[in-house]
């Protein structure tokens, strides 16, 4: 008979060591997608302005159908946040770019314009116009934001 030996266990777990790679890794690549994970949404709450935006002017197109001018036009309430439900990313508004949509000689024009709010209000794009013609620019933007990059189909 053998005598009786007391069996070591063998260690299990992390090592500290192995602990603080993993800890490591798991950072950088949090560092990494992050940042990206936030343009994603940015520039899905900008497809969503840009399609209220297009809501708008049909609104306003129809209107001018009727009406024969866009004097003293005003957005209804369902077309006058992006998104529609819940806080405003942006707030749709028209703008009367000059005289244009007071004078009864410019009856027929108009600018919407999305502008930043709540988690978009510093968005590099900055605020986005639509004009009657189609014609789409940005106001307040950052230097670098390109309007290819802002507004899509553009």
Known sequence: MKPLRAQRRQPSGFTLLELMVTCAIVAILASIAYPSY????RKGRRADAQRALEEASQFL??????????????????????????SAAYTITLVEDGAAVAAATEAHRYTLRAVRAGAMADDRCGDLDLAHTGARAQHNAAATAALADCFRGN
Do not use: C, F, K
């Open 61 to 86: 197109r129809r209107r001018y159908s009727s009406m024969d001018t866009h004097v003293g036009a005003t957005l209804p309430t369902a077309l006058s946040q992006s998104p529609r439900e819940g």
């Open 38 to 41: 936030t343009e994603h949404v």
